[in-house]
């Protein structure tokens, strides 16, 4: 007979795939569809039911069996598929299940071999196309688009989770543990696990569907097509136990889950939570984008077994293939499960021939709902295998016995999650034709027990992990204005007498011992009284005084003790726009007074604190290169290191410079600044504006006033020293002034031949000998250490070591030496020795200039008088280099001027070729 057209529909979630498969299958007179999950097939089933009627509907999983006589389309587990029906319609949902290595041998047996008469449809992921086209080459391809963005948008903690979120975890210790968390802080969650009955799961699902509960805890049951109302999706981890081992879950994988927010039209956006770390950018704009690697293997099992023994069934278990498409599956539970169970003896002797082989196989292919061990569910499957074998049936007093053990609705929830995974054996048992002398007594009888088992576990669940005062407190928030608010003189807010809270500036702070859902109907119920105190809070504040608001050094707006806003990036640098921190129950009008207060205070702040910089820039009567130069220093805040801006420096005339010194502008050999910007207040205020200019997340704090230097930190932002008027110099930063302070003392010494620490300079650095020459090393000095005799000076000013001997009849008499003695010759005093360091200036080579040809002559300069009208530039004669060095560093000199090259790697020197014109 031949086969209907077989169709490929993939695309990412929330595309409407396993909708649009239900509408193709209702369209044929019969049909099969097969689910990953009996979650999901359950929710399937009550769709078509509701559609067409129970009549025509069959639900087949491993533990339900719901067949009417009339039975046309059927729901089943992909498992639980029934094979050789010929039914019309055959869909198999989430197709990418074939590269699963526990099931997907499953999913690749449908793929390969079951077929609808009139039409075939394989719904999934596009990682599935290269499969599907090798393997299934008369399928068509439909590529279907989500439906809604999906948004990553990183890290949140719990307790700033948004509304309508799921919260992900992979184990049932996590779960119940960030469900716990959200109890306490948010009120209540509802829980979703594969493990739970569709009893107990739709039970949950409701309470969160309802609004009963804004948030969701679930494992990864929820990526498999789980249709629920979850605007945000959060991992609380990003590994999981896969059964063998603990992993990484793969991009595809995070996809399938982070996919299940924003239903339809609505956006959806993921994340992570707790100790989860943040998803690499790579993997975030995976998920986002849609765009994974192709599966390239297809897990196989050989479904063309032989039972002529169970030798031979094991041999054809584990045959393998050659196809390059598939890979065998590793070791399955029903595999090891018959390999333990025919070591019995009595087993072996009962396997002897294809029925009795095939029905072992059946047999062991009970799944292990129990997860004791092995070695236990090998002795139940031999025992249910002897029953069989035996008798045909599973002995009724036996299974009633079992049964009865886990009929009990007490204890926890661990409890009875065990007793839900027991009946499962037993339900699964009476679903198996044949197998039990009365099928719909055992069917309804193990399944009487689970349904009771799952509404105690959802009442136990929803006692733990949902506040019972939450439903009070939200149905009490319908009758809000029947309830007593007042606000206190100092903002403390109570309702019916009760703390509650209290205004912060112009924000509603509730009391951290009340729920979060708690907080809601309280804050409702406060409005009254908390509106009309914000507009008389509004108008002290306008009225106070400047001295009553300050800024701090993360730019935020402080008003006293209470943040009232915060700096944001404006037009201009020197220009940041407040933003006011106010409830909304406050008003447009109180939030608008707020604002334009605050922005009246940074405005008067920032002119205060920058007027010789705001004077310059305001001068309409600088030359027009010293109006660049000064744009340029306004743009850097007042502080703008030298080898930024050598060239322009070096372009401005005498009158340039003397226009810009008339606004307090210092051209330094390091930094060119003005000296009142440096002062803390400019200082604090600056780095703050610079931060906000940069959109720093973290803006750096100024150094405490008074240091001299500090500590320098790797990972700053460029520029950050500079802008706290420091600059760094190996492992320590110096303040810009005292810097301009050594550069002087540097030039008054005579330092041709190198030159040493002076005290003066260890003294306005306030540092060891050691810090100075790490710090002149980090300024490009060589430092040479060295030890020398300390000189002890005499009272008299002259060394020690030029004291005058003893006179010669100042002598003493040499005395005889007893009889049986000896003298030892006095031991000469060790000399004490002084550590001291040279200092020479040692340029790196620049661009591809070849290493020895260093520049001659390395004289420091600055903004101080120079002479005038020597020909031939600093340091020349004539045009000619003068001066030694060859291959040599030359040490800097500040003598008078010599006719030396200016070595413009020198950050001294380099200022003189400069300051040359001036």
């Known amino acids: 007979m031949p086969l209907g057209r077989v ?69 089943c587990t992909v498992e639980a598929m029934p094979e050789g029906m010929g039914a019309d319609f055959v869909a198999i949902d989430e197709i990418q299940l074939c590269a699963d290595p526990d099931r997907g041998h499953v999913f690749t047996d449908r793929l390969l071999r079951m077929r609808g008469t009139h039409e075939t449809l394989f719904m999934g992921a596009e990682t599935m196309w290269g499969a599907i086209a090798s393997k299934v080459p008369e399928a068509d391809f439909v590529k279907r688009e989500r439906f809604s963005t999906l948004t990553y948008t990183g890290s949140k903690k719990i307790s700033r989770m948004p509304p309508r979120s799921a919260i992900v975890g992979f184990s049932v210790e996590n779960v119940y543990a960030i469900a716990e968390l959200l109890r306490r802080q ?284 939450t439903s009070v407190l939200l149905r009490r928030l319908n009758q809000k204005e029947g309830l007593v608010a007042d606000v206190n003189d100092k903002g403390e807010v109570t309702v019916e007498g009760q703390f509650v809270g209290k205004i912060e500036g112009f924000r509603f702070r509730q009391d951290s011992s009340a729920t979060p859902e708690e907080a809601k109907t309280l804050r409702a119920a406060s409005l009254q009284a908390l509106a009309p105190q914000f507009v008389l809070r509004a108008d002290r504040f306008y009225n106070a005084p400047d001295t009553e608001i300050d800024f701090t050094e993360q730019g935020g707006l402080m008003w006293g003790s209470d943040a009232v806003g915060k700096l944001i990036k404006g037009d201009d640098p020197l220009k940041p726009r407040a933003q006011a921190f106010v409830d909304d129950e406050a008003g447009a009008e109180v939030a608008e007074k707020v604002q334009r207060r605050l922005q009246h205070f940074i405005d008067r702040k920032i002119a205060t604190a920058f007027e010789p910089m705001m004077k310059m820039r305001a001068d309409e009567e600088l030359p027009q290169d010293a109006k660049g130069f000064a744009f340029r220093l306004v743009e850097g805040f007042g502080v703008i290191p030298r080898g930024a801006v050598a060239g322009e420096v070096k372009a401005l005339d005498q009158d340039a410079r003397g226009a810009l010194r008339k606004h307090g502008v210092r051209f330094g050999q390091f930094t060119v600044f003005m000296p009142l910007l440096l002062k803390p207040a400019p200082t604090r205020l600056r780095l703050v504006l610079w931060s906000i200019d940069k959109g720093l997340q973290d803006f750096p704090e100024a150094p405490p006033p008074g240091l001299v230097t500090v500590p320098t930190v790797e990972g700053l932002e460029p520029g950050t020293y500079a802008m706290s008027g420091y600059r760094a110099a190996g492992d320590r930063a110096i303040r810009i002034d005292m810097l301009e302070r050594l550069a002087d003392m540097l030039r008054d010494q005579d330092t041709r031949g190198g030159f040493e620490a002076t005290a003066d300079m260890l003294s306005i650095t306030g540092m060891t000998l050691e810090q100075f020459a790490g710090l002149m090393e980090g300024l490009g000095y060589k430092a040479e250490k060295g030890e020398r005799e300390k000189v002890k000076a005499a009272p008299d000013g002259t060394a020690a070591a030029e004291e005058a001997a003893p006179a010669a009849d100042e002598a003493p008499a040499v005395q005889p030496i007893p009889e049986g003695e000896s003298v030892e010759a006095p031991a000469e005093a060790a000399p004490e020795m002084e550590v001291f360091y040279t200092f020479a200036w040692a340029p790196k080579p620049r661009g591809n200039r070849p290493q020895g040809n260093r520049p001659q002559g390395n004289r420091p300069q600055g903004d101080r008088p120079q002479n005038k009208g020597r020909k031939g530039g600093a340091g020349k004669k004539g045009g000619k280099p003068q001066g030694k060095g060859g291959g040599k560093a030359q040490s800097f000199s500040a003598r008078p001027p010599k006719k030396d090259k200016i070595d413009l790697d020198n950050p001294f020197a380099a200022a003189l070729a400069g300051l040359k014109k001036d």
């Open 7 to 75: 169709t490929a529909v993939l695309g990412p979630t929330n595309t409407g795939k396993t909708h649009y498969a239900i509408e193709r299958m209702l369209a044929h007179r019969t049909g099969v569809i097969g689910l990953p999950l009996r979650l999901l097939a359950r929710e399937v089933y009550d769709r078509l039911v509701a559609v067409r009627g129970p009549g025509v509907v069959a639900l087949v999983t491993g533990e339900e069996r719901i067949v009417p006589p009339r039975a046309a389309y059927w729901v």
């Open 186 to 469: 948010k009120g209540g969650a509802a829980v979703v696990m594969g493990a739970l009955s569709p009893r107990t799961r739709n039970a949950q699902v409701e309470m969160y569907q309802n609004g009963d509960v804004d948030y969701l805890v679930a494992t990864d049951a929820i990526g498999m097509g789980l249709n629920l109302d979850i605007d945000h999706v959060a991992f609380s981890s990003i590994t999981k136990f896969d059964g063998r081992r603990m992993r990484h879950l793969m991009p595809n994988e995070l996809a399938q889950i982070a996919g299940r927010a924003g239903r339809h039209m609505n956006k959806g956006t993921f994340g992570v939570t707790g100790e989860a770390p943040a998803l690499d950018d790579d993997v975030a704009e995976a998920i986002t984008s849609n765009v994974f690697a192709p599966v390239k293997k297809l897990q196989w099992r050989n479904a063309n077994l032989q039972f002529g023994s169970v030798a031979r069934l094991l041999s054809t278990l584990e045959e393998r293939t050659d196809d390059p498409w598939l890979t065998r599956v590793r070791e399955s539970d029903d595999l090891q499960a018959l390999k333990a169970v025919s070591q019995d003896a009595e087993v072996t002797a009962r396997a002897t021939d294809g029925p009795s082989v095939r029905l072992l196989w059946d047999v062991c292919r009970i799944p292990d709902f129990r997860d004791i061990s092995k070695s236990e569910h090998a002795q139940l499957l031999t025992d249910i295998y002897n029953f069989l074998h035996e008798s045909g049936k599973v002995p009724d007093d036996w299974l009633a016995t079992r049964v009865r053990r886990i009929d009990r609705t007490d204890g926890d929830i661990d409890a009875l999650s065990k007793r839900l995974s027991y009946i499962r054996t037993w339900t699964y048992v009476a679903q198996r034709k044949g197998w039990v002398h009365d099928e719909s007594h055992w069917r309804g009888a193990t399944r009487a027990v689970e349904d009771r088992l799952s509404d105690a576990l959802h009442e136990r669940l929803t006692q733990r992990f949902v506040d019972r005062r």
